[in-house]
């Protein structure tokens, strides 16, 4: 079946800096488009950012454009969150999700989700 599991997260400062990998199996990865996504306590889920089936489509949540990269590696299946200069607002769990016909912010237009993984980003 298919599996993504994120791995990566943990407590960081303020300013500091995090990457998040996303592992999936089970499903044919290039042909999927992948996206990150958070939810904060007491808050719904969020779009972060997202990149396509290629890897050369990326698109971004206002709140973290200029701050975090994503990228994808097809051979070894894993997309990637690197993110920078995080701030306390950014303390969330974070998710992977892969969409074979959608790329965008719509949380709806992905098929598989993973576990999560928690950032914490101290003041």
């Known amino acids: 079946q298919v599996q993504l599991a994120e791995s990566g997260g943990g407590l960081v400062q303020a300013g500091g800096s995090l990457r998040l990998s996303c592992a999936a199996s089970?499903?044919?990865?290039?042909?999927?488009?992948m996206g990150w996504f958070r939810q904060a306590p007491g808050k719904e889920r969020d779009f972060v950012a997202a990149?396509?089936?290629?890897?050369?489509?990326?698109y971004y949540a206002g709140s973290v454009k200029g701050r975090f990269t994503i990228s994808r590696d097809n051979a070894k299946a894993t997309v990637y969150l690197q993110m920078n200069s995080l701030k306390p607002e950014d303390t969330a769990v974070y998710y992977c999700?892969?969409?074979?016909?959608?790329?965008?912010?719509?949380?709806?237009?992905?098929?598989?989700w993973g576990q999560g993984t928690q950032v914490t980003v101290s003041s």
């Open positions: 990149v396509g089936w290629s890897g050369d489509n990326t």
């Open positions: 999700a892969a969409s074979l016909s959608y790329f965008g912010a719509r949380s709806s237009g992905y098929d598989y």
């Open positions: 089970g499903l044919t990865f290039r042909s999927y488009a």
